[in-house]
């Protein structure tokens, strides 16, 4: 079992940036799938970045590459850093966890594929 809890949230204006938080209540957590997802009413939930621990790969959405960065401390706390935000970015963020590790030590962005979930944080972005 794996506790997440998200925090960094916030509003800023259109070019703008965030830093969101995830922390794992379980230590060790390597060859896990840490991502982070975001939704709108209305919307499916959208995978946006992810990162395997213990190894490093990263996989971006197309809308947020180059603007956005996730990463991992010692302590498997997952960060997901966001610069030059844009009114579309606003969204409920969730992080999430999961174990299916593809061939090549990559992980999806397919909701499915994740188990553990966070309460999420809003994050909005004002034109």
């Known amino acids: 079992q794996v506790q997440l809890v998200e925090s960094g949230g916030g509003s800023v204006q259109a070019g703008g940036l965030l830093r969101l938080s995830c922390e794992a209540s379980?230590?060790?957590?390597?060859?896990?799938?840490m991502a982070w997802f975001r939704q709108v009413p209305g919307k499916e939930r959208e995978g946006v970045a992810v990162?395997?621990?213990?190894?490093?790969?990263t996989k971006y959405a197309d809308s947020v590459k180059g603007r956005f960065t996730i990463s991992q401390d010692h302590a498997k706390n997952t960060y997901l850093q966001m610069n030059d935000l844009q009114p579309e970015d606003t969204a409920m963020y969730y992080c999430?966890?999961?174990?299916?590790?593809?061939?090549?030590?990559?992980?999806?962005?397919?909701?499915?594929?994740?188990?553990?979930w966070g309460q999420g944080t809003q994050v909005t972005v004002s034109s």
């Open positions: 990162y395997v621990t213990g190894v490093g790969n």
């Open positions: 999430a966890a999961g174990r299916r590790v593809k061939p090549g030590l990559i992980c999806g962005l397919e909701a499915v594929e994740y188990v553990y």
């Open positions: 379980k230590s060790e957590v390597n060859l896990y799938c």
